[in-house]
């Protein structure tokens, strides 16, 4: 299958009073074209600094060591996202690759209307002018199911609902029909009627343009419903890498069994306490020798201390362990 995007070993590190950690270490992760990818974990587990990473929107004390972010073109051979200018960098945001950001009330700017901020990428990028900018994110906006939307582009954000706004951030992300949309947690803070909205919005966009979409969120049940392919991430680390139906069906890492394992089910109902994974995601300073997750994984054995575990192809699928499940 064609891969829009491959990112191979990227490390991002951050310089603190504990000394240098990395947020991404060693992170390799391909998105297919047309498809929804879902990269879930906990928090803390490197989901968004690998996100930011592919836009190169670390900033200090945050650096990108190593690493390749391959962008495929039509025509001739991938562009590695790291080497580019900044100048460079800035006709790939927002055009190629667009991103909604988890809280659409602090990514937007509160002191310009939606319509200027969704004109301001279109006119950057497609260089219309006003008028056809103007238009054109008239459209976006309905296109998202904005009501009204040529009296709604005159709104300020505050004006707005949270579901409006995350609308707004999506017509934003999509004015300029990027080839991959990364939506960092676009449902937080949303009530369900409203996330259900959202991600059938982005279900929908992915079949009528072929676009594909990083999908970052903690929520297991979006992933199953919404995504073809599932990576899953702990430490900085990717652990486990699958398509949504074999993970779901068939996870191989014990952390990934143990985030399926405190989903609520109909027999946990029977359960006074649903079931959860003992300790706490080791911080980034303080890693221990060997598997990142020995600490809390009951099939913990020598071998797992022995020295970084590798990631293991088996299948068509990827794990980080020493004793699959």
């Known amino acids: 299958m064609t891969q829009i995007l491959e990112i191979k070993n990227l490390k991002t590190s951050f310089d603190t009073k504990q000394g240098k950690i990395f947020a991404s270490d060693d992170v390799s992760l391909s998105l297919p074209k047309g498809q929804i990818t879902a990269l879930v974990g906990e928090s803390g587990s490197g989901k968004s600094v690998t996100a930011m990473s592919i836009l190169r929107l670390i900033d200090k004390p945050g650096k990108i060591e190593a690493g390749q972010i391959l962008l495929n073109n039509a025509e001739g051979a991938p562009t590695d996202l790291l080497t580019l200018s900044e100048k460079q960098m800035r006709s790939v945001r927002g055009n190629r690759i667009a991103m909604i950001f988890q809280e659409p009330m602090t990514s937007l700017n509160p002191v310009y209307t939606v319509g200027d901020q969704i004109m301001e990428a279109v006119m950057l990028h497609q260089k219309l002018d006003a008028k056809e900018a103007r238009a054109k994110a008239i459209a976006m906006l309905k296109r998202v199911g904005i009501p009204n939307p040529e009296r709604r582009i005159d709104n300020y954000p505050h004006e707005m609902s949270g579901g409006m706004r995350q609308r707004v951030m999506i017509a934003m992300g999509l004015s300029c029909h990027p080839e991959l949309l990364i939506a960092d947690e676009p449902t937080t803070a949303l009530d369900v009627t409203i996330q259900a909205q959202i991600l059938e919005l982005i279900q929908g966009?992915?079949?009528?343009?072929?676009?594909?979409?990083?999908?970052?969120?903690?929520?297991?049940?979006?992933?199953?419903?919404?995504?073809?392919?599932?990576?899953?991430?702990?430490?900085?680390?990717?652990?486990?890498?699958?398509?949504?139906?074999?993970?779901?069906?068939?996870?191989?890492?014990?952390?990934?069994?143990?985030?399926?394992?405190?989903?609520?089910?109909?027999?946990?109902?029977?359960?006074?306490?649903?079931?959860?994974?003992?300790?706490?995601?080791?911080?980034?300073?303080?890693?221990?020798?060997?598997?990142?997750?020995?600490?809390?994984?009951?099939?913990?054995?020598?071998?797992?201390?022995?020295?970084?575990?590798?990631?293991?192809?088996?299948a068509g699928r990827l794990f980080r362990c020493v004793h699959p499940c």
Not at 206 to 228: F, K, N, P, R
Not at 267 to 272: A, T, V
Not at 274 to 283: Q, R
């Open 205 to 314: 966009l992915v079949a009528d343009t072929g676009m594909s979409v990083l999908l970052i969120t903690h929520d297991l049940g979006i992933v199953a419903e919404y995504a073809q392919k599932v990576a899953v991430m702990y430490a900085g680390e990717i652990v486990e890498v699958a398509d949504v139906k074999s993970l779901f069906a068939n996870p191989k890492h014990p952390y990934t069994k143990g985030l399926l394992g405190s989903l609520p089910s109909l027999q946990s109902k029977k359960e006074k306490y649903l079931k959860a994974i003992p300790g706490v995601v080791p911080h980034l300073s303080e890693l221990p020798c060997g598997c990142r997750f020995q600490d809390r994984c009951e099939k913990r054995t020598p071998d797992c201390i022995q020295g970084a575990i590798p990631l293991t192809e088996e």
